[in-house]
């Protein structure tokens, strides 16, 4: 007689019956993840609503044309808004999610089962992606019903849109990952990694114009996947004539692809070097 029993969507088995692999794991691990999430009303609210608040709060305030541009300010926040939702939905929910996991000892509980680890990952996986998604969307749908943002007109663009989301949000979420075993307790861990979050977003064109930044903290700025995700969405749905507001006058996708690239690639290195399974005070 066969018998299987499930602990936290991985399947154990007793007799014969063959054990699915890390994708079909994955797949149910990512429902599983996704449950949770929108269970949780407020958490629900609070993470779609937060971008878009910000939105109409900037978009309102500063809504004069740009000189030179071709542009108002109020459409320069809207693909820099879904940029730093693209990080929210993965830098920032991984990296505080994944720190209390470990505090509560819900990492060590899954480590012992015959789940594998490559499984817990692609769950996490499955929830940026769906929920990165719903918050381009949602921002996307703002902007274009309001503040006059054109959906792309040709395939490239769209293209370049494609890219420019797989690589932002794999680098953003490994990032997430990686930053999740600094926290040294669940209830620092939104201290933690709120604070760089915030940092960035004002060094790298989310809540302030490109063209007044300094160019020292633009230079910081460059060092981290968020300014390039700004400024290539930026190419993706404003006109040519906008990129005269960059630092360098073009919107340089081949850069972009070049830095998303290369943290996707350093932000795995940086997970398979720092992620643990026990809290440090578990040895």
Do not use: H
């Not at 978009?59 to 879904?82: E, H, T």
């Not at 993706?236 to 996707?264: D, I, M, N, R």
């Amino acid at each position: 007689m066969t018998t299987t029993t499930t602990v936290a969507g991985a399947r154990t088995r007793t007799s014969g019956e063959r054990l699915p692999g890390a994708w079909g794991l994955g797949l149910r691990r990512g429902g599983l993840e996704l449950t949770q999430f929108f269970r949780q009303r407020d958490q629900v609210v609070f993470t779609f609503a937060f971008p878009v608040v910000f939105l109409f709060l900037f978009a309102s305030i500063f809504k004069d044309d740009v000189r030179g541009a071709g542009v108002n300010a109020s459409q320069l926040y809207v693909p820099a808004m879904m940029a730093a939702g693209i990080m929210s939905t993965s830098f920032q929910s991984l990296g505080i999610s994944i720190a209390i996991e470990r505090d509560e000892k819900v990492l060590r509980r899954l480590r012992g089962t015959p789940m594998p680890p490559a499984a817990y990952f692609l769950g996490k996986i499955w929830l940026v992606l769906v929920t990165g998604l719903a918050e381009t969307a949602i921002l996307l749908l703002v902007g274009t019903t309001f503040y006059d943002v054109d959906l792309p007109s040709s395939a490239v663009k769209w293209l370049d849109f494609g890219w420019i989301f797989v690589l932002g949000l794999t680098a953003c979420a490994l990032l997430g990952i990686a930053v999740s075993s600094v926290p040294k307790s669940g209830k620092s861990a939104t201290s933690v990694v709120v604070l760089p979050f915030l940092v960035l977003q004002f060094i790298s064109g989310v809540y302030i114009s490109i063209d007044t930044i300094p160019d020292w903290m633009l230079n910081i700025g460059a060092l981290f996947p968020l300014k390039w995700m700004c400024q290539g969405l930026r190419g993706v749905f404003l006109p040519s004539s906008a990129q005269v507001l960059e630092q360098a006058g073009s919107w340089e996708f081949g850069k972009v692809a070049l830095v998303l690239g290369a943290w996707c690639v350093g932000g795995l290195v940086l997970c398979l070097l720092t992620f643990r399974w026990k809290n440090r005070r578990d040895g």
